[in-house]
């Protein structure tokens, strides 16, 4: 049996997570090593995709199919460099916050903000507006009822600390805030978290931490 670990490489093979509702499937793309994740639903088949960063081709072969929504995390261009051929290829619509709609080269056909859901098949997403990294970056949790949340990050949180704040003081403070509340605030340590970049993690991992990130101000 398979056991997903979320380690994944540049060309190498996507993991796999089997939930009860959900398939998540992870990969790793492009020069910067930007996680793409497919989600689909078990019971409708439904797909939607978390940053189309890019290798659009490699994206496209992991969909295998039709595919709903695209979801940009924040507007930073190494997580959206294969979002206008995919959904060339696809036909899925398009989804980003509002504020950070404009920084994408292509258009945003369903603006998002805090406390939004959005659907793939049966299973819901909601959206958690963390502001810091960019004006408009979004995290999406799928609160399992057969299991525990599965949290994804984009670029606000990984192992280790919260996202790039380029040494913005005002910006730190703005993020560093937003996931204590609305991530460690809300959610439990099981809750799995998926980044923008890298391996997965728990927030039961890193919350013993946060102390440190804020004294040590990145």
């Known amino acids: ?20 509702g959900l398939v998540i499937t992870k990969a790793s793309v492009g020069p910067m090593d930007n996680n793409t994740y497919l989600l689909r639903c078990r019971s409708t088949g439904e797909q939607l995709l ?27 261009y190494d997580h959206w460099q294969a979002l206008a051929e995919v959904k060339s290829a696809t036909g899925a619509r398009t989804t980003a916050h509002e504020l950070d709609a404009e920084g994408i080269p292509v258009a945003t056909d369903d603006p998002v ?27 999406l949790v799928y609160d399992d009822p057969s299991g525990h949340p599965h949290l994804f990050t984009g670029d606000c949180l990984f192992p280790g ?17 937003g996931v204590e509340t609305k991530l460690f605030g809300r959610l439990p340590d099981e809750t799995w978290v998926y980044p923008g970049h890298g391996g997965d993690t728990t927030l039961g991992n890193e919350r013993p931490n946060i102390a440190e990130w804020r004294a040590r101000g990145w």
Do not use: C, W
């Open 161 to 177: 600390g919260i996202g790039n704040t380029f040494k913005d003081a005002d910006n730190f403070a703005t993020l560093i805030d």
């Open 113 to 139: 903000t805090d406390g939004d859901t959005i659907t793939v098949g049966d299973v819901s997403l909601s959206v958690i507006h963390l502001v810091g990294h960019t004006p408009g970056s979004i995290a």
């Open 50 to 76: 978390i940053d189309a960063a890019n290798d659009a081709q490699t994206i496209i072969a992991m969909v295998g199919g039709s595919l709903g929504h695209i979801v940009t995390t924040h507007q930073h």
């Open 1 to 20: 049996m398979h056991t997903y670990s979320g380690k994944v490489t540049v060309g190498g093979t996507p993991d796999v997570r089997e939930l009860a």
